[in-house]
Nanobody, 112 residues
Framework: QVQLVESGGGVVQAGGSLRLSCVVSGHGTKGYTFKWYRQAPGKQREYVTSITSNYNTHYSDSVKGRFTISRDDAKDTIYLQMNFLNPEDTGVYFC??????WGPGTQVTVSS
């Protein structure tokens, strides 16, 4: 049973930074592609970024150049470094596996 737990969310002013973590238990991170999604209140869940087991990355246009996804398979952890945050980045951020495994999410709030 794979479990994902996100952490690192919080409240930050516009222009600030946060670093999210997704700790994987059950099977570790090796061999998996991971994705980050986010969901703002009243809006659909939105794809943010992904990273493959071979360290290939992809970013949505809305976060490209500001966010960086990385992984440390030795620590069974996926990271999301978020820089130059703006209020539109506010939402619950989820870690995801292609088998539809989700973490409980971590709240990110960016104030103006």
């Amino acid at each position: 049973q794979v479990q994902l737990v996100e952490s690192g969310g919080g409240v930050v002013q516009a222009g600030g930074s946060l670093r999210l973590s997704c700790v994987v238990s059950g099977h570790g991170t090796k061999g998996y592609t991971f994705k980050w999604y986010r969901q703002a209140p009243g809006k659909q869940r939105e794809y943010v970024t992904s990273i493959t087991s071979n360290y290939n990355t992809h970013y949505s246009d809305s976060v490209k150049g500001r966010f960086t996804i990385s992984r440390d398979d030795a620590k069974d952890t996926i990271y999301l470094q978020m820089n130059f945050l703006n209020p539109e980045d506010t939402g619950v951020y989820f870690c995801n596996l292609p088998d539809n495994t989700w973490g409980p999410g971590t709240q990110v709030t960016v104030s103006s």
